[in-house]
Each structure stands twice: as C-alpha cells, then as structure tokens.
C-alpha cells in the first residue's frame, strides 16, 4: 500500500506560496521534500489532519504531540476547510487538490485567509 501525505489544510496554501524559506534548514528540507513527491506524482493521495502532518516533522512549533501555535493554525485550517469544503480524514488526490485551490482561493480569499499569518509578508508578495 503507498503511503499517503498527510496535510494540514493551511499547508495547501503554504505550499502554493512556498519560495524556499521558512523556520529552519530542516524544515526547508522537508518542505521542499513534500512539494517535489506531490509535483512528481499528482494523483499521489493526500489525507487532510487537523493535527500534526507531514510538513509539521520538521517544525520547531511541533513539541512532539501538539504545535505551540495550535491556536493560531486551527483557526488557519477551519477557513481553509469551509473555503474548499474539506474535512478531517478526506482522502483526496494532490491533481484534484491543486485545481480546488487554484479556483477556489483567489487572491483575496487568500488575503483573507492568511493575512494575519507571520509568514504572510512572504506568501502575499507572491500570490
């Protein structure tokens, strides 16, 4: 059985906006690890977590069992999940993902969305 991915909803726009920066090496590594499997194999299956995911391993916010910045990416997951109609558990292909987001999340959706993320002076250069 493959392995699937496994996303916290916010980090579909993380990824869209990704230019190579972020917390640590580690999690730039890591990052970009996730984004070339995903570019390398589009029907490759996504699971959507509200919780730790993939991206989260490489984290230095990720204290093992819990992110210190919960509060903060929940409240990111739960727009991102009523904008695309998504929930906990779906299973999804990372093709019908990427084409979800690119309709769905415009520029001022994503404005919306993120604008009070710390990273969002990097992402909305680039959206």
Same mark, same amino acid.
């Not at 069992?65 to 999804?92: P, Q, R, Y």
């Given at each position: 059985m493959k392995k699937l991915i496994e996303l916290r909803p916010h980090h579909l726009?993380? #990824? +869209?906006?990704?230019?190579?920066?972020? =917390?640590?090496?580690?999690?730039?590594?890591?990052?970009? =690890?996730?984004?070339?499997?995903?570019?390398?194999?589009?029907? +490759?299956?996504?699971? #959507?977590?509200?919780?730790?995911?993939?991206?989260?391993? +490489?984290?230095?916010?990720?204290?093992?069992?819990?992110?210190?910045?919960?509060?903060?990416?929940?409240?990111?997951? +739960?727009k991102v999940m009523e904008s695309l109609d998504i929930h906990h558990g779906d299973e999804i292909s990372w093709s019908d993902l990427k084409t979800k987001v690119s309709q769905i999340i415009t520029p001022e959706k994503f404005e919306q969305i993120c604008n009070h993320c710390s990273w969002y002076y990097i992402c909305g250069n680039k959206k």
């Amino acid at each position: 059985m493959k392995k699937l991915i496994e996303l916290r909803p916010h980090h579909l726009l993380c #990824i +869209k906006n990704f230019i190579g920066e972020g =917390y640590s090496k580690e999690f730039v590594e890591n990052m970009s =690890y996730v984004i070339r499997t995903l570019e390398g194999n589009s029907e +490759k299956l996504i699971k #959507i977590k509200v919780d730790l995911d993939d991206i989260c391993s +490489k984290c230095p916010e990720n204290k093992n069992t819990f992110c210190n910045s919960e509060e903060k990416v929940s409240t990111l997951d +739960k727009k991102v999940m009523e904008s695309l109609d998504i929930h906990h558990g779906d299973e999804i292909s990372w093709s019908d993902l990427k084409t979800k987001v690119s309709q769905i999340i415009t520029p001022e959706k994503f404005e919306q969305i993120c604008n009070h993320c710390s990273w969002y002076y990097i992402c909305g250069n680039k959206k």
